[in-house]
C-alpha cells in the first residue's frame, strides 16, 4: 500500500501542532481553532532525579486538570467542524496528531502527542480496516523520524492505553508518543542484557530469543512471512505478547513497505484475538520498542509489546507491594497456557 507521508500542518488556538494524515484520494480540510484556550505553560513539566535508584522521575502537575470521562457529545477528539469544541477543528479527518494540551513531557524536557486512529468515536484499533491502520503505522513513522531528529529527544515512544481499567479518560481510539529527553529506566536494563548477552555468547539477545520462540513452538500465537507473534517465556502480566520482526530492524523507520504493510496486519489480527478472549473488550496497554542506530543502541531491535492486567473474564491483577514496590513480578497465568488459548481462537476465525 502507498501512503503519503506528508501531513497537512495546522496550528491550535494557543500554539499547539495539529497534523492532518489522509488516506490516497482523500484531504482533511481543517478550519481555524476559535477556542478560547489559556496560554500554554511549557514550565509545568519537571524532570526530578531519584539519587536511590539512579532514575529521572517527571514531575507534571498540569495534567491533573485534564479532560475526564466527558460525555460523548464533548469528546475533545472528534472533529469539530466549527472551531469551538474539539482538538480536531475539521470536518472530519482520517488520522490526526496533536501536541497534548496537558502533556507530561513540555517545552525542553520533551513532548507528549495524541494520535487519533480515526474520526469515529468508537471502536478500537482491532476494529480499523488496513488502509487505515496502515495509516496510523504511518503516522507513528512520521512522527518518529520527526522527533528523532529534535535536539534534546533521546528516545520515541508510540503507545496506547485503552479501557476504564488501564485508567483511560477519553474512550475515543487513540493512543499517544512520548518524546523523553532520556533513555527510561526499561529501555536502559534491556540494552544492559543485549550487550551482556553479546559480549557472552557473541549474538544478538533479540535475534536468540525469537529463534528459541520458533523452536520451541510452545509460545508461538502467528509466525508470518515478516513478523512473528509470541507470548514470552518469562511473562510478567497474566496477558502479554511480543511482535518480533523476522529481521533485524532497530525502529519502524528501518521497515520496508511490505514489512510496514505485514507489521499492521499481524498487530491488528493479534489485537482482534485479544477482544476474543473475554465477553468484554480487553482492557490493554500496547506499545513500540524503538532504538536508534547509536552505538549505545546498536544491540535494540524493533518489537511491539501488548500487555494487560485482566486475568479472568471478571478479575483484575493488581499491582500490589512485590511488584510496585520491588520490581518483583508475580503472574498468576503461564504463558503457554496463554498462547495455546490464542492459537485456538485464531484458527476458530
Known sequence: MTVTSAPTRWTLADGRELLLFDLPGHRSVPV??????????????????????????????????????????????????????????????????FENRFASLSGADGRCEVVCFSSDHTGSFADLDHPQARLVVEAWRHRTRDLLARTGIEQVFCFENRGEEIGVTLTHPHGQIYGYPYLTPHTEATLRQADAHRAT???????DILDHEASSGARIITRAEHFTAFVPYAARWPVEVHIYPNRPV????????AELDGFTDIYRTTLQLLDRL??????????????????AQREGRFHAQIISTRRTATKLKYLASSESVMGAFINDVTPESLAETLRTLGEAR
Not at 555468547?201 to 535475534?207: D, K, Q, S, V
Not at 473475554?278 to 552505538?295: G, K, S, V
Open 32 to 97: 481555524p481553532d476559535r477556542r478560547s484556550l489559556p496560554e500554554r505553560r511549557d514550565t509545568q513539566s519537571e524532570l526530578r532525579f531519584d539519587r536511590t535508584t539512579g532514575e529521572w522521575v517527571i514531575i507534571a502537575a498540569l495534567r491533573q486538570d485534564r479532560t475526564y470521562k466527558p460525555p460523548p457529545d464533548q469528546c475533545p477528539l472528534c472533529p469539530g467542524p466549527t472551531g469551538l469544541t474539539s482538538e480536531i477543528p475539521a470536518p472530519d479527518y482520517d488520522v490526526a496528531v
Open 201 to 207: 555468547h557473541g549474538t544478538n539477545l533479540f535475534a
Open 250 to 257: 532497530r525502529n519502524l523507520l528501518d521497515l520496508d513497505g
Open 278 to 295: 473475554y465477553p468484554e473488550p480487553l482492557p490493554y496497554m500496547a506499545a513500540l520498542h524503538q532504538y536508534t542506530d547509536t552505538d
